[in-house]
């Protein structure tokens, strides 16, 4: 259509051809829909913008480099016969990363959207709800691992010496005028001076995601101590959306990809 | 970026080097007759030229190479060639003009993973599956 097109000499000696805009466009696009995107993701905050790392992303770098590492060492074993460089122990300050991720196709962590606390009215138990907004669960892949992730410090209530009983619920429907019905995931038997990042396996909350389209996932925590008394979560060290951003609760799921065409035909 | 082909430093080894670092994996071998054999050539995606550093955590790019290069008789062992192609390029030194030489294409395939936020700032890592070229072959 006469629109000029300027070639210039690339530094390695090849012509290159200057895209027109909508040349660029089509590009971009192109590339988006082989890495599975259907448009180009916009945060919320550019990185100028956001504070310190969040415990998310951390977990995720660290899950990136884990992944990353294992592929050059399949290069490396492959082109040299070198045995496989085991995964060593990753700083104390990040969790490790989860058990399933050589063979997930694609790992979500999820931002805690919302944090809800019982205030004992008539006595009864403490507990801490966590949101999650699971609406970009990847379509067409199935849910392997999923894990609920919480940083506990040390309490400052006075059960130091004892042991704690936490337990973790789903949140499987909410009432106007009663209860929320309620469906146990995990529970965790550690002593109340535990410090450090706390792994609660909830894939079996996975099942109503896909099934139902439930894309608001509520997750209840309660702490108990040995002999039944319910206790703050957060007097135990229990860190919510006030903790530091490194320590922030967050959930991590693994999806591995359905079999299917590797590409959807257009 | 297509960079033009640099030498690559061979690892010091007694045994005997691996197919894929036999001459030619990224120096300019040629045939006979002056063309160049089939084989990986350096190529690599930017997302900082892409301008997605903004959504993008990891990598700021990747190599991804492609493959280009005569599939001429006779292929030799480097070629990654099937037997078929074997069988055509011999076809085609009687009938050049009835049937093509065989294609230089990637015999060999690996993932890619990339680590980015979506729009609701969640973080996402996803493996990529035949995004790296790891070595070419006469198909």
Redesign the interface.
């Known amino acids: 259509s006469g629109s000029v097109v300027r070639r210039r000499l690339h530094a390695a000696g090849f012509l290159q051809r200057r895209l027109s805009g909508g040349e660029r466009r089509d590009v971009q696009r192109e590339i988006l829909a082989v890495l599975g995107l259907p448009g180009r993701p916009r945060p919320r905050n550019p990185p100028s913008a956001r504070g310190p790392a969040a415990a998310a992303p951390l977990f995720m770098l660290d899950l990136y480099h884990a992944v990353a590492g294992e592929e050059e060492a399949e290069e490396e074993e492959e082109e040299a016969a070198v045995s496989r460089p085991v995964l060593t122990g990753l700083s104390t300050q990040s969790p490790p990363p989860g058990s399933v991720v050589s063979r997930a196709d694609t790992v979500v962590s999820l931002v805690n959207v919302g944090e809800l606390r019982e205030h004992r009215r008539e006595r009864g138990p403490y507990w801490k709800e966590f949101r999650f907004d699971l609406t970009q669960v990847p379509a067409g892949e199935s849910v392997t691992a999923a894990e609920f992730r919480i940083y506990k410090a040390r309490g400052v209530s006075g059960h130091s010496n004892s042991s704690l009983h936490i337990s973790v619920y789903e949140i499987a429907a909410e009432h106007y005028n009663r209860e929320s019905d309620l469906f146990l995931l995990d529970v965790q038997d550690l002593h109340a001076g535990t410090e450090g990042w706390l792994v609660f396996d909830v894939t079996a909350a996975s099942n109503h995601w896909l099934v139902d389209q439930k894309y608001n996932l509520g997750l209840r925590l309660y702490v108990e101590t040995a002999d039944g008394h319910s206790v703050d979560p957060g007097s135990v060290g229990l860190l919510g959306r006030r903790g530091p951003r490194s320590k922030q609760p967050f959930m991590v799921t693994f999806f591995r990809a359905s079999p299917g065409p590797a590409r959807i035909p257009r | ?4 082909p640099r030498r690559r430093q061979h ?1 010091k ?1 007694n ?1 005997l080097p ?1 197919p ?2 036999l001459p030619g994996i990224f120096d300019d071998v040629h045939a006979a007759d002056g063309r160049q054999v089939c084989r990986r050539h350096e190529l690599y ?1 930017s997302f900082q030229d ?1 301008g ?4 993008v ?3 700021q790019g990747y190599s991804a190479y492609y493959c280009e290069g005569e599939c001429a008789f006779p292929l030799d062992s480097c070629m990654n060639a099937t037997n078929h192609a074997i069988l055509q390029s011999l076809v085609h030194l009687m009938k050049p003009e009835a049937v093509p030489k065989a294609c230089c294409a990637p015999t060999k395939l ?22 790296v070229v ?1 070595s070419c072959g006469c198909h």
């Open positions: 970026a297509a960079k033009g690892k080894s045994d691996h894929n670092k995606v892409l997605w550093l903004d959504w955590i990891a990598p690996s993932a890619t993973s990339v680590l980015y936020y979506d729009s609701n700032n969640n973080v996402i890592l996803k493996k990529h599956r035949n995004m790891k």
